[in-house]
């Protein structure tokens, strides 16, 4: 599956951003989908992760309350609506697709995801 993450930018702090990733996977319902972040000099981490019904979400605890993760399995896109942003979400945001057997699995590290977008960056000032 080809991915495809947009809606990086600039903003200040106290914005908003709703970064979109697009999969040509036409069995895209059956992918778990995650967002990590990596900021310059440090490892990828994990932002948000949902399973293939949309039914089951995950956040890291340093999103919690301003980042909102969906999907919208007809169009085989996956959202993720930034509120609140802070200096420290400043980051490339990668979009993550791995299949799955049930809604239960639903990934939150990046070496269980064996498909990535490409990036897109996210600059917040202050």
């Known amino acids: 599956v080809q991915l495809q993450a947009s809606g990086g930018g600039l903003v200040q702090a106290g914005g908003s951003l709703r970064l979109s990733c697009a999969a040509s996977?036409?069995?895209?319902?059956?992918?778990?989908m995650g967002w990590f972040r990596q900021a310059p000099g440090a490892e990828r981490e994990f932002v948000s992760s949902?399973?293939?019904?949309?039914?089951?979400?995950f956040y890291a605890d340093s999103v919690k309350g301003r980042f909102t993760i969906s999907r919208d399995n007809a169009k085989n896109t996956v959202y993720l609506q930034m509120n609140s942003l802070k200096p420290e979400d400043t980051a490339i945001y990668y979009c993550?697709?791995?299949?799955?057997?049930?809604?239960?699995?639903?990934?939150?590290?990046?070496?269980?995801?064996?498909?990535w977008g490409q990036g897109t960056l996210v600059t917040v000032s202050s």
């Open positions: 949902i399973s293939w019904s949309g039914g089951n979400t």
């Open positions: 996977e036409r069995t895209f319902i059956k992918y778990a």
């Open positions: 993550a697709a791995e299949p799955v057997l049930t809604q239960r699995e639903v990934p939150t590290v990046p070496g269980e995801y064996d498909y």
